[in-house]
């Protein structure tokens, strides 16, 4: 057993079960996205980019551009989510979760192919 | 996609891989904090109840840990988020310091900084736009050659193992950006970072002070290029006859240089004295004529230079007296006189007092001055002649009183030199040495009539469309341009400049100082030695054709068309 893949491997699963976690709900239903969820979903996203750094493999490099988009995305999400809230002060409109729903799952489609990429890598190894 | 670069890569790769934890760390501390300043309650202006919104903590964070004493932003805080802001001030001050540290110690780490300076050597060899020259060896030659070189505005790479020695080259103002790179020469990929597959690459140059390493400079420039140009320094007989066989352009042995040029000097002052002239570069003052005599000569020191001397000497007729540490060990001739020549017993049994001239060839500076110096307390009429081996006993040499000083990185150096700035100079030597002590005695008058004190600058011509269309156009007209043309004064026909041509390379034949009358054909080839100013006028004869046909017939012809026009109708 590698500590390092586990350690790997855990954070890409759980940025991706977090990203779920927020975006599952009606999709202009504030209730049902919280801002925590959101930002635990945008800081595992980092640490797992971060993680990412520094691999040489193209199944590395490519890893690392998901995780990219995936931050990109939530980043997004939560610059509206504060702008609609202090900054226009139009507060959470259904547009506005709407529009910050949607982008996490964009996300949630960057992360999901990370963790396919990961499986898929993990069955080569017959080890 | 453009060509990779894998030296550019493998320095962000390094940095990024090295600053993963520290990154981490500053990214969990954070949002340990924001999320504090989140979950903990706090009061706004009127003492109700309010939480800061993520975007206030991100916000407070932020300048928290950057600078300390901004205040409590948007509300004064309660002493819960007091105590929290206390936990995060060192938590988040802590993190930077250690993300920072950690960036800092690889940017100075040695192994990054060699992946730097790879990336940026390979950046200025990529820009380099002219031809350029691959030198391998920085040391007293390299720097010697490199300057010569720069001089005349020939670019040139530089590898070097030592890093003091690319340093050094850095350090010292040539004129001209000289990219370096500490590296060993011996591995291929060295030499192709270097640029040796580079279009621009004219030739390598392998001055290394290890064979071996010379040899597979050599082997790895010609097996990776086709052509390539390649001149290496030799030490020894074997590795020369190793290099000649995979067809290196050039093996220089700085024994053998040297060994021919006292023989020459020996044999014929005069031959000697032009050797001197052509390759001490433009401008150097005029030396005098050594005379070294014939006679007995001691020999001190046996080794690769004392036996190329003596193979030298041997043919002017001179049988040297060998004083020799080690006869056994170096092979010496029986009539050797065994000991180290700096003790006036052992010149005393070579029989110094009756002789003309001593040499010391020890590869120990200290031993050889040593030797000039008791030599001469014996007998005060010695030619002297001294093997230096370091550069920075140069000014020790200058001072005792030596005729003739063997400097290895000098002899190699002026001759790599020659060879590339002015390649028909070793045809002409060739040569020169064919001909009689009279004939050079004759030729060393009308030079130093030419250039009075300064050594003639020398120069070739190509008669061929690049560098001398106005020659090529005329030579279709009237096919009847000789040498004397190209040496009048295109100012005044009636004048001569002050340059004589040395030789004259035709499709088949060479013609050695050629008369003003030998007839000028295109693809012909012309070394002219003289003042400097006359290479620009002799450039202003070859280009210019209104300038040719007046130092041919005399008359300015006109340039304009109109003009043209009127003079021929007026002419009719």
Same mark, same amino acid.
């Given at each position: ?6 350690? *790997?491997?855990? *954070?890409?699963?759980?940025? @991706?079960?977090? +990203?779920?976690?927020? *975006?599952?709900?009606?999709?202009? +239903? ?11 979903? @945008? ?9 990412? *750094? ?8 490519? @890893?690392?551009?998901?995780? @990219? ?41 960057? +992360? ?16 | ?33 924001? #999320? ?11 003492? =109700? ?58 940017? /100075? ?87 040796? =597959? ?38 020894? $007989? ?74 030298? #000497? ?66 005060? !009429? ?7 081996? =370091?550069?920075?006993?140069? $000014? ?18 002026? =001759? ?19 001909? !009689?002590? /009279? ?83 295109? $693809? ?11 290479? /620009? ?36």
């Amino acid at each position: 057993m590698n500590l390092e893949k586990v350690i *790997f491997a855990f *954070f890409t699963v759980l940025a @991706l079960t977090l +990203n779920f976690g927020f *975006f599952i709900g009606q999709i202009d +239903n504030p209730d049902h996205h919280h801002v925590y969820e959101l930002y635990a979903a @945008l800081i595992v996203s980092l640490i797992a980019t971060v993680m990412k *750094f520094g691999d040489r493999t193209h199944l590395g490099a490519v @890893l690392l551009a998901t995780s @990219l988009v995936a931050d990109l995305q939530l980043l997004v999400a939560a610059v509206v989510w504060g702008v609609a809230e202090h900054i226009t002060e139009t507060g959470l409109t259904a547009s506005v979760v709407a529009s910050i729903v949607s982008l996490s799952g964009g996300a949630l489609l960057a +992360n999901i192919t990370s963790v396919v990429m990961l499986v898929m890598e993990t069955a080569q190894v017959r080890r | 996609m453009a060509v990779t670069h894998p030296v550019t890569n493998n320095a962000i790769h390094m940095l990024l891989r090295r600053m993963r934890a520290p990154l981490i760390t500053v990214i969990i501390i954070y949002s340990i904090a924001i #999320l504090g300043f989140v979950l903990i309650p706090g009061m706004d202006a009127e003492g =109700k109840p309010w939480r800061m919104s993520f975007f206030h903590a991100f916000y407070f964070v932020s300048f928290m840990g950057s600078t300390i004493g901004f205040g409590e932003l948007p509300y004064p805080f309660t002493n819960g988020q007091r105590l929290w802001t206390l936990f995060s001030i060192y938590g988040t001050v802590v993190a930077w310091l250690y993300a920072i540290g950690s960036m800092l110690t690889v940017i /100075q780490d040695t192994s990054f900084r060699r992946v730097i300076n790879r990336n940026s050597f390979d950046r200025a060899v990529r820009r380099i736009k002219e031809p350029f020259y691959l030198i391998c060896g920085y040391g007293d030659t390299g720097n010697l050659l490199i300057r010569a070189l720069a001089k005349r505005g020939i670019r040139c790479v530089v590898i070097d193992i030592e890093q003091e020695c690319i340093d050094a080259l850095e350090l010292e103002d040539k004129g001209i950006d000289i990219p370096g790179l500490c590296a060993d020469a011996s591995d291929p990929d060295n030499l192709i970072i270097a640029g040796l =597959k580079r279009p621009q690459c004219t030739g390598v140059i392998a001055l290394t002070n290890i064979d071996h390493i010379n040899l597979s400079i050599s082997i790895s420039s010609k097996r990776l290029v086709k052509n390539m140009r390649v001149i290496s320094r030799v030490e020894t $007989h074997d590795a020369e006859a190793n290099m000649a066989s995979f067809g290196t352009d050039y093996t220089i042995n700085a024994y053998d240089t040297f060994a021919t040029y006292l023989a020459t000097a020996i044999h014929s002052p005069s031959k000697h004295l032009l050797y001197d002239w052509m390759t001490s570069g433009s401008n150097a003052p005029l030396t005098e004529p050594i005379m070294p005599p014939h006679g007995k000569w001691v020999l001190c020191g046996y080794g690769r230079f004392g036996k190329a001397l003596r193979k030298n #000497l041997l043919l002017e007729d001179i049988d040297p007296i060998i004083v020799e540490l080690d006869p056994e060990g170096t092979h010496a001739p029986r009539t050797v006189i065994s000991g180290r020549g700096t003790e006036a017993s052992t010149l005393h049994d070579a029989g110094i007092e009756n002789a003309v001239g001593v040499i010391a060839g020890t590869n120990n500076d200290t031993n050889n001055l040593s030797i000039i110096m008791t030599a001469l307390d014996i007998n005060r !009429d010695l030619f002297t002649v001294a093997r230096q081996n =370091k550069s920075m006993n140069d $000014h020790l040499y200058e001072l005792s009183d030596i005729n003739l000083i063997m400097q290895r990185a000098n002899i190699i150096a002026r =001759k790599i030199s020659t060879l590339i700035m002015t390649p028909m100079l070793d045809d002409f030597l060739r040569l020169l040495s064919l001909r !009689d002590n /009279q004939w050079a005695n004759i030729l060393v008058s009308r030079i130093s009539g030419l250039t009075g004190e300064l050594s003639p600058h020398l120069w070739s011509v190509r008669i061929n469309n690049q560098e001398s269309p106005a020659l090529i156009q005329y030579l279709k007209e009237s096919p009847h341009i000789v040498v004397g043309d190209l040496l009048r004064d295109p100012r005044k026909r009636e004048n001569k400049l002050d340059c004589l041509v040395l030789l004259l390379k035709q499709q088949t034949k060479e013609i050695l100082v050629p008369d003003i009358t030998a007839g000028l054909h295109e $693809h012909d080839e012309l070394l002219i030695c003289g003042q400097q100013y006359s290479e /620009q006028r002799v450039r202003w004869i070859q280009t210019d054709y209104n300038v040719l046909s007046y130092v041919k017939t005399g008359i300015d012809r006109p340039s304009g068309t109109l003009w043209r026009w009127l003079a021929k109708t007026t002419q009719a």
